[in-house]
């Protein structure tokens, strides 16, 4: 088994969110997969192998400090740079294609920059008010300056809550700790550099509970995307800044195309690459 590191969504490279990337994975244990993600200690780890499904170019399974998540956006380009940089060639030319928890997600790009399409919702609609009123006290905002909660799932159980401006969104103060399973993010408009149209962050639990930052979200860029787009509050396209607090500097393209889909994309830079994992042969 090789494994190797992938900087993803950064506007340079090593400014995005890292990511491990395990070729062979199929010869892992579920608790061998964990055991690594913990250790490693980064958002995510990706363990690819052969797919399930015909239509599939690989299949991926993605772990997370706390656990096993059916989707992650960063993980899935990351994973896809990977595949393609160690001699991947998808049946389609242009079109990859991965199979992972949620079914078949599709990616275009050369592999340098690449792009996921959004998959469907797994719960929409307004956060009630005990759910909206966790969000705030977690998140560390002020309750004033939130102009819409709600939920995009899409894997994850994002809840996002759009605030006034960017600047409320870098102002936020989350709390140390939150229940297992937290996934909570703000949205703004506006950057304060003007390089961005939206300023986003995102929180997540890890395996003990602390509530972390993660750099740059594909997934919470997905669900955010899809609701503003379905929304009708920004069309075409625009770009989505992340990761200032955590000293990243991410940049994500988000385009809804003719026909109502929306893709996410931005920058893969290969860090490290085939490196044997020795201890788990």
């Known amino acids: 088994m090789k494994i190797g590191l992938v900087d993803v969504f950064g506007s340079s490279p090593l400014r995005g969110n890292p990511l491990a990337v395990v070729h062979g994975g199929e010869r892992m244990s579920d608790a061998q997969m964990l055991r690594l993600t913990q250790w490693l200690g980064f958002s995510e780890t990706t363990f690819l192998m052969p797919p399930q499904d015909p239509g599939a ?20 380009l990351g994973t896809c740079h990977a ?18 928890g949620v079914g078949l997600v599709e990616v275009r790009g050369d592999g340098d920059t690449l792009a996921l399409k959004a998959p469907p919702f797994t719960r929409t609609g307004p956060l009630d008010a005990d759910e909206r009123a966790q969000a705030v006290r977690l998140a560390g905002v002020d309750d004033a300056a939130v102009v819409e909660a709600v939920h995009v799932a899409n894997g994850p159980q994002w809840q996002p809550l759009r605030l006034r401006s960017a600047e409320d969104v870098l102002a936020a103060r989350p709390m140390p ?12 408009p506006g950057s304060p550099d003007g390089q961005a149209d939206w300023e986003l962050r995102a929180f997540f639990t890890d395996q003990h509970g602390r509530l972390r930052e993660d750099p740059v979200t594909g997934s919470f860029n997905a669900g955010v995307a899809r609701h503003l787009f379905g929304a009708g509050l920004v069309s075409g396209s625009y770009i989505a800044a992340q990761g200032r607090m955590t000293g990243a500097d991410g940049r994500v393209l988000c385009e809804q195309e003719p026909d109502g889909a929306v893709w996410i994309g931005g920058r893969c830079d290969t860090i490290a690459a085939g490196a044997e994992l020795s201890v788990f042969a």
Request: with cysteine; net charge negative.
């Open 57 to 76: 170019d690989y299949a991926v399974r993605i772990f997370y400090p706390g656990g096993e998540l059916p989707f992650a956006g960063h993980p899935t």
């Open 83 to 100: 595949w393609l940089r160690a001699g991947g060639k998808p049946q389609r030319a242009g079109l990859i294609v991965q199979e992972c």
């Open 177 to 188: 700790e939150a229940p297992a399973g937290t996934d909570i993010g703000l949205a703004g």
